[in-house]
């Protein structure tokens, strides 16, 4: 396993979780490291992403609310999530690659994927 999330769980609107995803050596040197998102029903879309120089981009509807880091020593990616809404509610899935697309990571083929950790945000 290269890429493994935790830090997920069940929460009311206005609360925060800090999700991790612990990253092998060979996926840590990707260009592009981030955080993906999936609803039931709905197309998975770009959360936050950080590149190898330290630059971060966010989708607008967590811009302010979410901080994307990274502990290089740790080999961590961080999803910091504050002032959760029900709308946040879904699968978050780190990944990483050589290369970027657009604000997000790319996700093709040497894109590498997580198993996901589930965040549910209750009203």
């Known amino acids: 396993v290269q890429l493994m999330e935790s830090g997920g769980g069940s929460v009311q609107a206005g609360g925060s979780l800090n999700l991790s995803c612990t990253s092998s050596r060979d996926t840590w040197n990707d260009y592009c490291m981030g955080w993906f998102r999936q609803s039931p029903g709905k197309e998975r879309e770009g959360v936050a992403t950080?590149?190898?120089?330290?630059?971060?981009t966010y989708a607008d509807s967590v811009k302010v609310r979410f901080t994307i880091s990274r502990d290089n020593a740790k080999k961590i990616l961080y999803l910091q999530m504050n002032s959760l809404k029900p709308e946040d509610t879904a699968m978050y899935y780190c990944?990483?690659?050589?290369?970027?697309?657009?604000?997000?990571?790319?996700?093709?083929?040497?894109?590498?994927w997580g198993q996901g950790t589930q965040v549910t945000v209750s009203s």
């Open positions: 990944a990483t690659s050589p290369f970027r697309s657009g604000a997000y990571c790319s996700t093709g083929q040497r894109t590498t």
């Open positions: 950080i590149v190898s120089d330290g630059r971060t």
